[in-house]
C-alpha cells in the first residue's frame, strides 16, 4: 500500500474554480453553486484506495453534521479511469449511494482540477471559509489502516469548528497520507 502525503497547498489560497460531472446527479456543478455559505470542504477521494475506504463512514457522517451548520462538502476523483475502471463513473455513483453520501461526488476526467489544487493523495481534505480561501489542508485525523486508532475525523473537524466560531485555526497541520492520485500517462 503506498503511502503518499498531502502537498500541503499555501494557506490563503484562493480555491480553484471548477465545472465538473457529478457522477450521482449526472449534472455539470460549478464550485460556486456547491460552496457552503460559512465553508467548504473539498476531498479527493477515490472508490478503491484503502485508506478512502477506512474513513468512508466518517467522511459521511462528517458531511452530515456539518450541513446545518452552513459547511458544504465535495468530493472529487481525479484517477486515470483507464488504468483504474472501478473508478469511473459508474461506480463512483454506485458507492456515493452505497455510503449515503449527501455531498456531490464530481468526476475529474482530464485531473485538471487536482493539478489546480495541488491533490497528491487519497483521501485529501482541503477546508476554505466563506470567501473560499484555503484555511486548513491536510489529515482527516491520525487514523489509518491497520494502525487501531478511531476514525473519528478529529483535526478536520477542530478546523471546521475553529472557523464557525473566528477562532484562528493553527497553521501546524499534518498531511494526509494515502495512496497517490492515478494519474494518466501522457
Known amino acids: 500500500m503506498a503511502r503518499t502525503p498531502s502537498n ?5 489560497t484562493k480555491a ?3 465545472k465538473l460531472l457529478d457522477t450521482v446527479s449526472d449534472q455539470m456543478l460549478s464550485l460556486d453553486e456547491l460552496k457552503g455559505l460559512k465553508g467548504t470542504v473539498i476531498m479527493f477521494i477515490c472508490n478503491h484506495c484503502p485508506f478512502v ?3 468512508n463512514t466518517e467522511i459521511s457522517q462528517l458531511a452530515k453534521d456539518v450541513k446545518s451548520k452552513g459547511i458544504n462538502c465535495i468530493a472529487i476523483s481525479s484517477n486515470d479511469v483507464e488504468a483504474y475502471p472501478q473508478d ?5 455513483k454506485q458507492n456515493a449511494l452505497a455510503q449515503d453520501f449527501i455531498f456531490p461526488y464530481l468526476f475529474d ?3 485538471d ?4 489544487y495541488d491533490a497528491a493523495c487519497t483521501p485529501d481534505f ?3 471559509d466563506e470567501h473560499l480561501k484555503l484555511v486548513y489542508r491536510g489529515q482527516l485525523d491520525d487514523s489509518r489502516p491497520g494502525n487501531g486508532l478511531p476514525v473519528d ?3 478536520l473537524r477542530q478546523a471546521i469548528s475553529q472557523l464557525l466560531s473566528n477562532q484562528a485555526i493553527s497553521e501546524d497541520q499534518k498531511p494526509s497520507i494515502g495512496c497517490n492520485i492515478k494519474w494518466k500517462v501522457q
Do not use: I, N
Open 8 to 12: 500541503m497547498l499555501a494557506l490563503g
Open 16 to 18: 480553484p474554480d471548477f
Open 53 to 55: 475506504k477506512h474513513v
Open 88 to 92: 469511473g463513473p459508474e461506480f463512483m
Open 109 to 111: 476526467q482530464t485531473q
Open 113 to 116: 482540477v487536482a493539478k489546480a
Open 126 to 128: 482541503y477546508l476554505f
Open 153 to 155: 475525523g478529529k483535526d
